[in-house]
């Protein structure tokens, strides 16, 4: 089977890139949805980064269509927080499992044991079910399938895509250096919130990053490497968290100290990432190049 080429932005106006985006992105959600309401997990991780990458694109080109953007991110944002809580239960099953092969659930019959994981699972789908049956999802569905099914409307000819996208990276890359500075010692808030910042930079890098240049292409590789392990430092800070509803003993103290030492392992990548994503001579030749897309 013969792949089609990926359209290059400068083959494109800035609308035909964001309906081709967002069609894109919409496309992931009808195929993984169905599975995701039947308890995927992996489904519903490919539904919820979908909607991230669409939160992307609406604030990158916010101006072409200002209201239907503004709208559709709002509802999107809803939906997301929503799959939250369904995610926080895939973190207690892998909690509930490190804390039983630790011997810690050894009062706990094999039988009550599986029931239990039973339960969080079927809780677990259930709140992905509900998050994506709720108005907002619904709405966001309604509002793009609209927006992807309407006539393109007449305006004066707005600036490149490629212009929107370095546009937006340099602020999002602003904040992640401002965050990265406020990040201390990598406690769980300040960590969570540049990790937060990271993803929104690794996302346009994700979109965008082919067509801006070698030094965009770089720093969106180590950027993901950085906000991936952090990822994982937020969901051991979750698990650490969980874990002191569990029993006191040595099962808790066990578990504890294999989630303490896979965060620190974590911390380290990122550490590592980091350092390849805030070279000097990267840093100044990716500015240079975003600057220079910015201003067409």
């Known amino acids: 089977m013969v792949r089609r080429r990926r359209?290059?932005?400068?083959?494109?106006?800035?609308?035909?890139?964001?309906?081709?985006?967002?069609?894109?992105?919409?496309?992931?959600?009808?195929?993984?949805?169905?599975?995701?309401?039947?308890?995927?997990?992996?489904?519903?991780?490919?539904?919820?980064?979908?909607?991230?990458?669409?939160?992307?694109?609406?604030?990158?080109?916010?101006?072409?269509?200002?209201?239907?953007?503004?709208?559709?991110?709002?509802?999107?944002?809803?939906?997301?927080?929503?799959?939250?809580?369904?995610?926080?239960?895939?973190?207690?099953?892998?909690?509930?499992?490190?804390?039983?092969?630790?011997?810690?659930a050894a009062v706990l019959s094999e039988r009550d044991r599986r029931r239990f994981l039973a339960a969080l699972r079927l809780q677990r789908t259930q709140l992905a079910a509900a998050a994506l049956a709720c108005g907002p999802f619904r709405r966001a569905k309604k509002l793009l399938r609209g927006f992807l099914r309407g006539r393109r409307p007449r305006r004066a000819t707005p600036p490149p895509p490629a212009a929107f996208a370095a546009r937006r990276i340099l602020k999002v890359r602003a904040l992640v250096a401002k965050r990265h500075g406020r990040v201390g010692n990598f406690s769980k808030g300040p960590a969570h919130d540049l990790r937060r910042a990271g993803r929104r930079l690794r996302y346009l890098s994700e979109f965008f990053a082919a067509d801006l240049g070698r030094e965009s292409v770089r720093a969106g590789h180590w950027i993901a490497k950085a906000q991936a392990a952090l990822g994982k430092v937020h969901d051991c800070d979750n698990a650490l968290e969980l874990s002191l509803e569990l029993p006191t003993g040595r099962a808790r103290a066990a578990v504890r100290k294999h989630l303490r030492k896979r965060r620190a392992a974590q911390l380290r990548k990122f550490k590592a990432a980091w350092r390849h994503y805030a070279a000097r001579r990267l840093q100044r030749n990716w500015q240079a190049q975003l600057e220079k897309w910015a201003a067409k």
Not at 38 to 43: L, N, R
Not at 50 to 66: G, I
Not at 82 to 102: K, Y
């Open 7 to 104: 359209p290059h932005l400068v083959d494109e106006t800035a609308d035909r890139a964001l309906r081709r985006l967002l069609a894109e992105q919409r496309a992931i959600v009808a195929a993984r949805e169905p599975a995701a309401r039947k308890g995927s997990t992996a489904a519903l991780h490919d539904v919820r980064v979908a909607l991230r990458r669409m939160r992307s694109l609406t604030t990158t080109f916010a101006r072409l269509d200002p209201k239907f953007l503004a709208d559709l991110d709002d509802r999107l944002a809803t939906t997301c927080d929503r799959m939250g809580d369904a995610r926080d239960l895939d973190v207690w099953i892998e909690l509930f499992r490190d804390f039983a092969a630790s011997g810690g």
